[in-house]
């Protein structure tokens, strides 16, 4: 069992930054793979970034460019560094987190084993 547990959310204005951290404890980390999702109101959740054990990440369009994921296998703890953030950006962001699996850097909601209970991140025009 893999417990997630989100935390750096807050309400920033446009052009500002944030970063994201999930703390992991539980099973093996540094062999899972990582990602980040996000879920507006009134929207479907979507992927944003992930990562894989190699470090070898993938970001959706919206956010490329902007947004770095991280990860330190020492401190268990997954990142995401968000600059430039738009009030699109505005959404509860979760981390998630699973066992290797070929299509991971699709980022797909519901492909991974195990999610976190979010943090919110609002952006102000």
């Known amino acids: 069992q893999v417990h997630l547990e989100e935390s750096g959310g807050g309400s920033v204005q446009a052009g500002e930054s944030l970063r994201l951290s999930c703390a992991i404890s539980?099973?093996?980390?540094?062999?899972?793979?990582m990602a980040w999702f996000r879920q507006a109101p009134g929207k479907e959740r979507e992927g944003v970034a992930a990562?894989?054990?190699?470090?070898?990440?993938d970001y959706r369009d919206p956010v490329k460019g902007r947004f770095t994921i991280s990860r330190d296998n020492t401190q268990m703890t997954l990142y995401l560094q968000m600059n430039s953030l738009k009030p699109e950006d505005t959404a509860m962001y979760y981390c998630a987190a699973s066992r290797p699996f070929p299509s991971w850097w699709l980022i797909i909601p519901g492909t991974y084993d195990y999610r976190g209970q979010g943090t919110q991140v609002t952006v102000s025009s």
């Open positions: 539980g099973d093996t980390y540094s062999n899972y793979v």
């Open positions: 990562i894989d054990s190699d470090g070898r990440t």
